[in-house]
């Protein structure tokens, strides 16, 4: 046998292969019993878990999520001027509250002091002054943009401010802060 | 089925987006569902949050990196979603998350959506009792039949502390339902 390996360096005998070469993932073995109970225990329990779902759920999902996700239009410019007319449009919603107010009682004469801070308070509250940015955008123009009217238009005198706030229940005032 | 990198060309892309959205949707609507209905229970709730879920990757979809599958992205989605509504459910309530769970496992024998035997009733029951990673370990593994990697994806955990948890929790349920009674 010595002799024969001496010519054929390459041929191996029986005797020398100690190994088959073969190897396993980490663990593997380790794994194998918790593997074996986890299956016996396994076929003991139900396939199915018995939930179920109304007929055609599935069908309409597409449509109503679409509906609410936000929509890809781009608006940029319109959205920073119309920023600029959320006061005009709070103000507006109040005269509008007013003007109803005057139409439906014609008997009086209504300003703002007739209006109780309960009123305008319930009026917000029930979203009445939530506008649509379109419907803004269709009424408003340039001109309504244009800050330097706004500004002419309101001077207010310092004694004015001063009796205007001698004038309010703090109470009212306390209450809101809190 | 389109490939995944054309998907999410085409969704990350305002003109395709809602197309693609829509043929992403198709595809995984009742997987997602499903998965998780088994958090929630309920089909209204799981209703709710399979479509706060699609929102919030139709909102999110033009940042996703593709650092790892689309799939495992939106199941993480869906799963946090589902656990932040039952969390959010447990705390109005005023109880701990496993007992809210193990309320709303008990309350399936009235629950239309539930057309379980007792068998079936027990199971939820006992998966109730799990601790919260069990529980989505065993019902990814044993009803959903996902992969070890792909779980291991999805929850950012170790295959082998994802088989070690599987093996716990099956072992937990035998001993439930062998006790129940």
């Known amino acids: 046998m010595k002799e024969f390996n001496k010519h054929n360096k390459k041929e191996l005998s029986l005797n ?30 139900p396939k199915t878990n018995g939930f179920e779902v109304p007929k ?13 996700v936000p929509s890809q239009t781009k608006v940029i410019n319109l959205r920073s001027r119309l920023k600029k007319a959320i006061p005009l449009a709070a103000a507006a919603s109040v005269l509008l509250f007013i003007g109803i107010n005057y139409f439906s009682v014609q008997s009086e004469t209504i300003t703002f002091d007739d209006i109780s801070s309960t009123e305008i308070e319930n009026w917000l509250e029930n979203g009445y002054t939530s506008i649509n940015t ?15 009217e706004l500004i002419d238009n309101t001077t207010i005198e310092d004694i004015e401010i001063e009796d205007y706030l001698n004038s309010i229940d703090a109470s009212s005032l306390i209450n809101e802060i809190n | 089925m389109i490939a995944e990198v054309t998907l999410i060309e085409q969704l990350q892309n305002k003109s ?36 706060n879920t699609f929102i919030k990757i139709f909102r999110s979809i033009d940042n996703f990196k593709a650092e790892s599958k689309l799939f495992s992205w939106m199941y993480r ?12 459910k447990a705390k109005e309530k005023n109880i701990d998350i496993s007992d809210m769970q193990q309320q709303l496992a008990s309350n399936l024998s009235s629950d239309n959506w539930f057309s379980g035997d007792e068998i079936q009733l027990i199971l939820q029951k006992a998966i109730a009792t799990l601790p919260q990673k069990q529980q989505l370990v065993f019902n990814m593994k044993y009803f959903d039949e996902l992969k070890y990697d792909e779980i291991s994806e999805i929850l950012d955990t170790s295959v082998g502390s994802l088989k070690a948890s599987y093996h716990h929790a099956v072992k937990k349920i035998e001993e439930f339902v062998k006790n129940y009674n």
Request: proline share 1%.
């Open chain 1, 16 to 45: 020398e292969i100690k190994s088959t070469g073969f190897k396993t993932p980490t663990n593997f073995l380790d794994s194998v019993e918790d593997d074996f109970f986890t299956k016996i225990a396994e076929e003991k329990l």
């Open chain 1, 56 to 68: 055609d759920y599935f069908n309409s999902l597409e449509d109503e999520i679409l509906k609410k």
């Open chain 1, 134 to 148: 379109t419907d803004l955008a269709s009424v408003l123009d340039e001109t309504d943009f244009n800050d330097n």
């Open chain 2, 16 to 51: 395709t987006k809602e197309k693609a959205f829509r043929a992403l949707m198709s595809q995984y609507k009742e997987r997602l569902y499903w998965h998780i209905r088994k958090i929630v229970i309920s089909h209204d709730d799981a209703d709710d949050v399979l479509q």
């Open chain 2, 77 to 88: 989605i869906a799963t946090n979603e589902a656990i932040t509504f039952i969390n959010k």
